[in-house]
């Protein structure tokens, strides 16, 4: 078997299999947006990295060092917001080629520590090498009660699949910057995605919110992870998934579905959670009072494995899959 069968998520299992039962009792590694450490007084640590690659998550041509500073602090908050938590200290490490100009390196910084500051994130350190390609690796340290992390493993059958925010926004704003239309609002929601930190703690302290996750790799391959770490099945209503005016008028214009962005693009690090269906209503109403933004209600949690998607009151079936670094997409 090749990487490339295997696949990202695979090799992730296969690099953790035989650790995860030599952790300390109360530590949790694998399985969620961040690893959980204990830490004082109840609460826990949650630690998170990322690593960004020229030519794999971004190029050069396609997104300013100021946007690409702020988007590598980003993808990290996502996960910190995903479980609930608060960022504490970051960590930056930067493989960068000899050549790079010192007016690029600044304008990196300046996105990366404007966001910094906009969410109390201290830069500590990190690590500094040479490199034929740039390559960003932020390491992100944050904390949480622990009656209010958020796990993947949460969710229970009947419960309704929400989302914060519009899907596919991003993976269409990259298909534009990729075919050189560098002028349209959608390449706003791909090199500077919105976060959802304040919602992800709000979220948090709800206990009728079950599991929660960020989207990263699209929907249809997020939802699994919350499928199988919580041993559910879920169906998913397409005519439900919630898409902007610009992205419909996009795919209106390319001849294309809009629902396609919406299921598979990713990297919309909106938060993808599960709600107790009793506590919907009251829950929701009071979502929207705070944030004067609506929890989008996409399908419900099943007993069994499977996802199942409807559209117009039939089933769909799903050919494509979200993401992942190692497998060919379809």
Known sequence: MTLQELGEFGLIERLMLSVTHLLPAGVEGIGDDCAVIPYFNDHSLLITTDTLVENVHFTLDTITPLDLGYKSLAVNLSDIAAMGGEPLYAFLSLSLPPETSLKWIDQYNQGFLQLAKENRTFLLGGDTTRAKELTITVTLVGQIANPYIKRRSQAKPGDFICCTGFLGDSGAGLHLLLHHEMNHPLIEAHVRPRLYLKEGQWLAQQTSVHAMMDISDGIASDLKHIMKASHCGAELNINQLPISADLKQMALKMNGLAEDFALHA????????TIDKEDYARLSQAYEAHFKTPLF???????????????????LSLTKQGFDHFKILI
């Open 266 to 273: 990713g990297e919309d690090y909106c938060l993808l959670l």
């Open 297 to 315: 209600l996409l399908g419900t949690m099943t007993e069994g494995q499977k996802l199942i998607c409807f559209k117009d009151g039939k089933k």
